[in-house]
Nanobody, 121 residues
Framework: QVHLVESGGGLGQAGGSLRLSCAANGRILGGLNSMGWYRQAPGKQRELVATSTGRGSTVYADSVKGRFTISVDNAKATVSLQMNSLKPEDTAVYYC??????????????WGQGTQVTVSS
């Protein structure tokens, strides 16, 4: 069983920066496919923020491109999200995600408990 431990987040100001980190504990059966971050704002569905294989394949939501940077360390099974130029609309609960297994279609998905990010204007 894989357990994801998140840290960081909290209260930030518009135009400021925050950093999220996540570490995976436990045996990752099938190998680490990718790690990423999702977020869910009140009354909205959970959405992708960024995901990366740590081997050169990275995807960002259009809303965070150029502002957020994801970094995955495959050897340590950690992922961080550097959030710059924060906007009030970035306010949400952010969830760490890990996909385990060689194929995305059959990969097992693990989630962190979520960490609150609040951006004041």
């Amino acid at each position: 069983q894989v357990h994801l431990v998140e840290s960081g987040g909290g209260l930030g100001q518009a135009g400021g920066s925050l950093r999220l980190s996540c570490a995976a504990n436990g045996r990752i059966l099938g190998g680490l496919n990718s790690m990423g971050w999702y977020r869910q704002a009140p009354g909205k569905q959970r959405e992708l923020v960024a995901t990366s294989t740590g081997r050169g394949s990275t995807v960002y939501a259009d809303s965070v491109k150029g502002r957020f940077t994801i970094s995955v360390d495959n050897a340590k099974a950690t992922v961080s999200l550097q959030m710059n130029s924060l906007k009030p609309e970035d306010t949400a609960v952010y969830y760490c995600n890990l996909l385990a297994g060689p194929n995305v279609g059959s990969a097992r998905s693990y989630w962190g408990q979520g960490t609150q990010v609040t951006v004041s204007s």
